[in-house]
């Protein structure tokens, strides 16, 4: 490959195309695919530790601006069954890059990690908020919904849910309504 201008934004979209075709994207590799030495790289990340976060905080990014596009004026219990349908499909979509960030702990090391997830965190509520009048009750539905979410993506994305009876689309979307109108009515 012909040598590329160096960016942080290069470098991440070259770890995000390793990830997605199943290689890890380290130092090397990323170097190798942009054209350059591996060295390079540390003037925009300084670690590989760095640079896994900046992926993370980049694919935090881009879900939530996807979300945002999607469910625009959306409200109530299915505007969340929207926001976590469609996050579901882009997760099972990029199944490799989600994988990658869901092994990611956790971290305050990272501010624009940190600032990702708040982003998505403050859509996720403002719309919980349209349907549940009290914290705890936005709490335990944002938790609900995420291990939901999560758990599917997981099931799915990995073929545990073989038995096709009834689609895992419409069984997480069933599971999702009866577990918030459980929530609204306590």
Aim: hydrophobic share 45%; charged share 20%; glycine share 6%.
């Amino acid at each position: 490959m012909p040598r590329q201008i160096l960016s942080k934004q290069n470098i991440i979209q070259a770890s995000v195309n390793l990830i997605e075709s199943g290689e890890e994207p380290s130092f090397a590799a990323v170097a190798r695919k942009l054209g350059t030495k591996s060295q390079a790289l540390y003037g925009y990340f300084a670690n590989q530790r760095a640079l896994s976060y900046g992926i993370v905080a980049w694919a935090i990014k881009k879900m939530t601006s996807h979300l945002q596009e999607q469910i625009f004026g959306q409200s109530g219990i299915s505007g969340i069954v929207s926001f976590a349908v469609e996050f579901r499909q882009v997760a099972l979509q990029h199944f490799l890059l989600t994988q990658f960030v869901l092994k990611m702990p956790r971290t305050s090391a990272y501010p624009e990690v940190t600032a990702a997830f708040q982003q998505l965190k403050r859509l996720l509520n403002q719309l919980l908020a349209t349907e549940f009048d009290d914290a705890q009750s936005q709490l335990l539905a944002s938790r609900c919904g995420r291990d939901l979410l999560i758990g599917d993506i997981i099931n799915v994305g990995t073929g545990w849910f073989s038995d096709k009876s009834i689609s895992a689309d419409t069984s997480f979307q069933e599971l999702l309504i009866a577990n918030l109108k459980l929530i609204k009515q306590k």
